[in-house]
T-cell receptor, first 113, second 113 residues
Framework: SQQGEEDPQALSIQEGENATMNCSYKTSINNLQWYRQNSGRGLVHLILIRSNEREKHSGRLRVTLDTSKKSSSLLITASRAADTASYFCATDSLGGSNYKLTFGKGTLLTVNP | SQTIHQWPATLVQPVGSPLSLECTVEGTSNPNLYWYRQAAGRGLQLLFYSVGIGQISSEVPQNLSASRPQDRQFILSSKKLLLSDSGFYLC????????????FGDGTRLSIL
């Protein structure tokens, strides 16, 4: 079964607006990560939040984690056309392999200029 | 700084032909190495990972294989390609355990004719 599930599958906004993407997962985790993928390229790590953290910021990114609901959200503030990409959450399962991450199917974000 | 190289960027192969994709990492030692496949518009499927020379863990039974002949070299191979092997193949590396962040190459687009 899919460990990480992002929603929405696709999101289209205007430049300057905020974009919020959500991720739900099924099993207990050590940490949750968010990645970005530009079309036809590899993934780029954005931010990691540990299971004992509730919120984390990095520049225009804000990530929250609710372990009781097994969910996370990624907020991009003041979006730019260059933020257009797919965004994936990834989790490592508590008690699972220490080396593997499970990726969701991603949210395709389009920021219109 | 660490870099990861993956080649070729695109590849078109006939059904039944062999395959060899190579990935190398520079600027770090004893990395964990990963091969993923990504179908169009989908998430990442972990194919193989390696935590050391000669150590390969297979996640999905299929006609692909992986090898790690040197510390920073990871090779994905097939003796006979199938149509279903088409996709975007990504190599990644990480350090340590506990769901460490992963760093991706730019991928190989493989088309099987």
């Amino acid at each position: 079964s899919q460990q990480g599930e992002e929603d929405p599958q696709a999101l289209s906004i205007q430049e300057g607006e905020n974009a919020t993407m959500n991720c739900s997962y099924k099993t207990s985790i050590n940490n949750l990560q968010w990645y970005r993928q530009n079309s036809g390229r590899g993934l780029v790590h954005l931010i990691l939040i540990r299971s004992n953290e509730r919120e984390k910021h990095s520049g225009r990114l804000r990530v929250t984690l609710d372990t009781s609901k097994k969910s996370s959200s990624l907020l991009i503030t003041a979006s730019r056309a260059a933020d257009t990409a797919s965004y994936f959450c990834a989790t490592d399962s508590l008690g699972g392999s220490n080396y593997k991450l499970t990726f969701g199917k991603g949210t395709l974000l389009t920021v219109n200029p | 700084s660490q870099t990861i190289h993956q080649w070729p960027a695109t590849l078109v192969q006939p059904v039944g032909s062999p395959l060899s994709l190579e990935c190398t990492v520079e600027g770090t030692s004893n990395p964990n190495l990963y091969w993923y496949r990504q179908a169009a518009g989908r998430g990442l499927q972990l194919l193989f990972y390696s935590v050391g020379i000669g150590q390969i863990s297979s996640e999905v039974p299929q006609n692909l294989s992986a090898s790690r002949p040197q510390d920073r070299q990871f090779i994905l191979s097939s003796k006979k390609l199938l149509l279903s092997d088409s996709g975007f193949y990504l190599c990644a590396w990480s350090r340590g355990t506990g769901g460490a962040s992963q760093h991706f190459g730019d991928g190989t687009r493989l088309s099987i004719l």
